[in-house]
């Protein structure tokens, strides 16, 4: 098994081996790979064992046979649903009951098509579905069974089912072949097996293998995005036209008075300035307070939209493939390390023309301030994750790489990038700024900060609301 890179660790992906064994087109009929010990039974009052709180907050399996993740087939009396995102679920809650019910047996079908006339005996995984089910398997106690451990000695079942009894060898596991059997509970000593199914599939080539998992085999309809994306346009069109129509009223009723021919009274009457111009020269005013804070802000906002960006080309150009595990996220750490220079020289210039003194301090402050924000949270998230022994936690070793990529590039590109801004022109505005700031009268309650704030962010938010809960769907 290849090792994870720093994009997989990054994201919490690790690779282990399973004791599922799969031999290359060989049909495998109800195998067994251990009987282990789940835990204490659920009863009122008393904690769930490990098993039953996995299951109850919908844990999946997350299984890779030759680097495609398998989909997941769930079978009932009528219909037959198959997912290819988000793995299959450990165990399901009965609805009847209200208990645990974990899945000890699952149905592994794997397509696959020969490499080529030339090469014999060689093949290639197209496609890669699992279909799990719950089987209360009955067997013989073993002599070296131990309750606390997990055994992989074979097991005599007492009460098989067909694939695993008479047909066993004939036909594999089945919906039907369950009807009469109970299922297993997520307690106790359980016994786990396992179907393999190879079929040959010659219309499915190599290189479309990923596509039905890119689509999700449709399971949100295309309907669905061009609605989403007619609702985002349509709101970004009516409040473009309402702002424009505002700013052109505006602007032609101020336009129409300058070019009026005054009269001497009208002149004296009109020495006070009124529309834009009462701003004209305050528009270009750098910020009295927290200058160099702006400049930092502005500076980091170029280097993650160039980032995104540039990460958005590389995909739609497909250098970023999924086959590759942990691509994006490394594409998106090692573009933004290296747009380190961006962000130094826009801080630099900007904080040259509000002609700011603390240039060492303004570029310093640019290489540690959302690059230390950003590592900070991420190395508690990482404390919480190493206390709790999970496999989300992130090796030494790759904290020591993320201060490498910090210190060692990032933080010399933002000194390179504030030298040659330093060095470049200050920004020429098309208007002066007059020496004594214009008085702000008090604002309605409409126009506070904190309203401002919630009607800006609330109209971005409702033209693309639909499209994140897909994002966020697909990412969890």
């Not at 399901?92 to 020969?114: L, T």
């Amino acid at each position: 098994m290849a090792n994870e890179n720093l994009g997989e660790f990054l994201a919490g992906d690790r690779i282990e081996s399973s004791p599922y064994l799969l031999n290359m087109r060989e049909q495998m009929y109800c195998e067994q790979v251990c009987i282990t010990n789940l835990g204490r039974a659920e009863a009122q009052g008393v904690s769930p064992n490990k098993m039953v709180r996995a299951i109850r907050k919908n844990y999946h399996n997350n299984w890779i046979v030759d680097n495609l993740p398998a989909a997941s087939k769930v079978e009932d009396d009528k219909t037959i649903t198959t997912r290819y995102w988000q793995g299959f679920p450990i165990g399901y809650i009965d609805p009847s009951d209200k208990k645990a019910y974990v899945h000890n047996h699952v149905n592994i079908e794997i397509m696959y098509h020969p490499v080529g006339v030339t090469a014999v005996d060689k093949y290639r995984v197209v496609r890669f579905t699992v279909e799990p089910f719950s089987i209360d398997h009955k067997y013989e106690e073993l002599d070296d069974d131990d309750d606390d451990e997990v055994t992989t000695d074979k097991a005599k079942i007492t009460n098989p089912i067909s694939s695993c009894g008479a047909l066993k060898g004939t036909n594999h596991t089945s919906w039907n072949m369950l009807r009469n059997h109970k299922p297993a509970l997520a307690s106790g000593k359980t016994l786990f097996t396992y179907d393999v199914t190879w079929v040959q599939n010659d219309d499915l080539p190599w290189a479309s293998r990923w596509d039905i998992y890119l689509s999700m085999d449709d399971a949100i309809p295309a309907r669905v995005h061009w609605l989403s994306i007619a609702n985002s346009l349509l709101i970004v069109f009516v409040l473009s036209a309402m702002i424009a129509a505002i700013l052109i009223r505006n602007l032609k009723r101020d336009f129409k008075r300058y070019s009026r021919v005054s009269t001497d009274e009208e002149k004296a009457e009109e020495l006070e300035e009124f529309g834009w111009k009462l701003v004209h020269a305050d528009v270009f005013r750098p910020p009295l307070q927290y200058q160099m804070f702006f400049c930092v802000c502005c500076g980091t906002g170029a280097q993650l939209f160039c980032m995104v960006v540039l990460t958005i080309l590389f995909s739609a150009i497909g250098f970023l493939s999924p086959s590759n595990r942990g691509s994006l996220i490394m594409a998106q750490l090692l573009t933004f390390v290296a747009l380190g220079a961006l962000n130094g020289y826009v801080t630099a210039v900007l904080y040259k023309t509000f002609k700011g003194k603390s240039w060492q301090n303004a570029t310093t402050f640019t290489a540690l301030f959302f690059p230390g924000i950003a590592f900070s949270i991420f190395f508690v998230l990482d404390l919480f994750a190493v206390h709790e022994h999970s496999s989300d936690a992130v090796p030494f070793t790759t904290i020591v790489i993320l201060l490498v990529l910090w210190f060692g590039i990032s933080t010399p590109l933002v000194y390179l990038g504030s030298y040659f801004g330093y060095k470049a022109d200050v920004i020429e505005f098309p208007t002066n700024t007059s020496s004594i700031p214009r008085q702000i009268p008090d604002q309605p309650w409409y126009m506070s900060n904190l309203f401002t704030l919630a009607v800006g962010g609330i109209l971005p938010f409702g033209a693309c609301f639909v499209e994140l809960f897909f994002i966020l769907a697909s990412v969890w």
